[in-house]
């Protein structure tokens, strides 16, 4: 079974890029790790609705109770049923949440 220092060699990447290659793939690693548990650092008051003033807080809760797609925590909490403006962090905020649980 080949290696995957040998699997990078035989696509072309120069050995001595190799380590180069290898600390962007760990850091990258390292970033994304970073960003997944900023979860737990969120400010739950902090209201990602306006219009309806639905907070951080209030999307985990309905993640929490059930609410496992963008429809369902709109139909509990009418986040992102007016403008739409903030559709892109609720849909967000729902897959940081639905991930946190697994
Ligand atoms: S800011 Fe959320 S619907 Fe307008």
Wanted: with cysteine.
């Amino acid at each position: 079974m080949r290696n995957i220092k040998e699997l990078f060699w035989e696509n072309g990447l120069p050995d001595k890029d190799f380590a180069s290659f290898w600390f962007c793939i760990e850091f990258v690693h390292m970033v994304h790790t970073i960003c997944e548990r900023m979860v737990f650092l969120m400010d739950y008051d902090k209201i990602v609705c306006n219009c309806c003033q639905v907070t951080n807080g209030m999307i985990k809760e309905a993640v929490d109770s059930g609410a496992d797609t963008l429809e369902k925590v709109q139909e509990v909490t009418g986040a992102g049923t007016v403008c739409g403006a903030c559709l892109e962090n609720v849909r967000n905020l729902v897959e940081q949440f639905l991930k946190e649980q697994k």
